[in-house]
């Protein structure tokens, strides 16, 4: 029973990681958009949370590679889905990458980002 709570407790973790971690690439993407608007304090703390979301990239790529099944080879989840979809497109990992890009990432960054 406790083995069980851990790895739950582990499952939910992760996901609320990925989650976070999604919620910062909007940000992200929006802070984009909007830089030339934004004041001098504004700008500190947007770079600031873009030095974070960098470090929470990092953390999907191991994440994201234990669900693809492949060795991490990039800093940033996008360079790592862009690859797989050029190395293995038409197979499963491809695919899956494709769909990441077209229904979570692209729809928030304005022109395509993966």
Not at 93 to 111: D, E, H, I, P, Y
Request: a positive charge; hydrophobic letters at 50%.
């Amino acid at each position: 029973m406790t083995e069980l709570l851990i790895t739950a407790l582990i499952i939910l973790g992760v996901y609320l990681f990925v989650v976070d971690s999604w919620f910062s690439y909007i940000a992200v993407m929006r802070l984009r958009d909007l830089k030339s608007q934004l004041g001098p304090a504004a700008k500190v703390f947007a770079y600031t949370g873009l030095g974070l979301a960098y470090i929470k990239d990092a953390g999907l790529v191991v994440i994201f590679s234990v669900l693809f099944l492949t060795l991490p080879r990039e800093f940033t989840l996008t360079a790592m889905l862009k690859r797989l979809q050029l190395t293995d497109e038409g197979r499963w990992r491809g695919t899956a990458a494709q769909w990441v890009c077209a229904k979570l990432l692209n729809q928030f960054s304005g022109t395509p980002h993966c």
